[in-house]
């Protein structure tokens, strides 16, 4: 006998299946009718509460759900998204090795590959995986006041529960990579350090003469977002990191800039000489460019693939124009779409969007990490 719980989740499916498929067929023309596959996936979840996709309904999903990713500037090569399909995985050791062969394989020496790899779905009798890293690559950050942190203030938590599962420490440097967490399907959170030759990183140098090289500025190459669960026509992969390539405001401005991440604005204005005494010199502004100029001129050096906002602002607006001729409404967030600098210096300002949910998607599961957290670990 089935629960109302139970009933109400198969209807759910059903309903979100059926969706799914009907769009899977019109945009797939040469996959033909789609009643024959919609009747079978209504009968396999009847019979099982939940229906297995076809690799080629897999692949196609988890582009959509980036062409549906509204925060995304990046939108623009969605259709060539590579998807590695490791559904049959659900161990944490397994899952790990394959992240980390996932990071190889989208790095590509330097030549970075839109990749996503898929790990098993939650079924009606377990849960799915869970990687607790919001990224496969993300550095530790020690200590608890914001005046004594070393390294990314932003990882603070999951460094500290690194150390509660047994994970020692590194060796205290502002990038120390920090291990993988993952929690296998009905397993207890595992950690594992990330292979060298899986993490490809870029030192950070100045184009105006080389003073910044005893700094020891770095980023890693990879931005591969692992927190998120990847939901297609009512299943839902909550282990699916997925990677593009940076754009290069996200480290200059953001993660290097943010007054709460390492918030180097102040050094950087230091370094080159300006005076810091006065809002009114702009010296912010100033250390912002100099920074982002920093970062663009490093990831080219090291033949490392980075985009300037610029150049992704026009392809965003090219990938607007291509999915308003087949017939497709873009939604976008515009505070997320226009860059953290010289925002109305591109064109992506000058306009609005409409902020519309579409699925497939990838989307924040609400009490993930609580969940994560919540694990007995002894
Ligand atoms: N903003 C995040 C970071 O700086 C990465 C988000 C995804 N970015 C991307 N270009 N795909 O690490």
Redesign the pocket.
């Known amino acids: 006998m089935e629960t109302l719980q139970q009933l109400s989740t198969t209807a759910h499916i059903w309903s979100e299946a059926e969706e799914f498929i009907r769009l899977f067929h019109l945009e797939n023309p040469s996959a033909g009718d789609p009643r024959d596959r919609l009747a079978a996936v209504r009968r396999e979840i009847e019979e099982s509460g939940t229906y297995r996709h076809t690799h080629e309904e897999l692949v196609h999903g988890a582009r959509v759900a980036w062409r549906n990713s509204n925060r995304?500037i990046?939108r623009l090569y969605w259709n060539s998204l590579r998807v590695r399909d490791r559904r049959d995985l659900t161990g944490g050791d397994e899952i790990a090795a394959e992240c980390f062969e996932h990071l190889r394989e989208a790095t590509n020496g330097g030549r970075i590959r839109?990749t996503i790899t898929v790990f098993a779905p939650e079924a009606p009798d377990r849960p799915g995986p869970l990687i607790w890293n919001e990224?496969l690559v993300r550095y530790a950050g020690y200590g608890d006041h914001p005046s004594v942190t070393v390294g990314d203030p932003r990882n603070r938590e999951l460094t500290e529960a690194l150390r509660e599962i047994g994970w020692a420490g590194g060796p205290g440097t502002p990038f120390d990579p920090l291990p993988l967490v993952v929690q296998g399907c009905d397993d207890k959170p595992r950690w594992f350090d990330l292979p060298a030759d899986a993490v490809l990183e870029v030192p950070i140098g100045h184009p105006d003469g080389d003073d910044w090289a005893d700094w020891g500025l770095r980023w890693h190459a990879v931005?591969a977002?692992s927190n998120m669960c990847l939901e297609i026509g009512g299943i839902r992969y909550p282990a699916a990191p997925?990677?593009?390539?940076?754009?290069g405001t996200?480290?200059g401005a953001?993660?290097l800039g943010d007054s709460d991440r390492y918030n180097l604005l102040p050094v950087v204005a230091r370094r080159l000489g300006m005076d810091t005494s006065s809002d009114r010199s702009l010296w912010k502004d100033r250390a912002l460019v100099e920074l982002n100029r920093a970062v663009l001129h490093s990831f080219d050096r090291a033949g490392v693939t980075i985009?300037d906002h610029h150049t992704e602002s026009r392809r965003f607006l090219t990938h607007l124009q291509r999915e308003e001729c087949k017939g497709r409404e873009v939604g976008a967030d515009w505070s997320w779409i226009v860059p953290p600098i010289s925002g109305s210096a591109t064109p992506v300002f000058h306009r609005t969007y409409e902020d519309r949910r579409q699925t497939p998607a990838y989307v924040h599961l609400p009490g993930a990490q609580e969940r994560a957290r919540g694990i007995d670990l002894v």
């Open positions: 995304c990046g839109p990224q931005p977002i997925f990677n593009g390539w940076y754009m996200e480290i953001r993660n985009a």
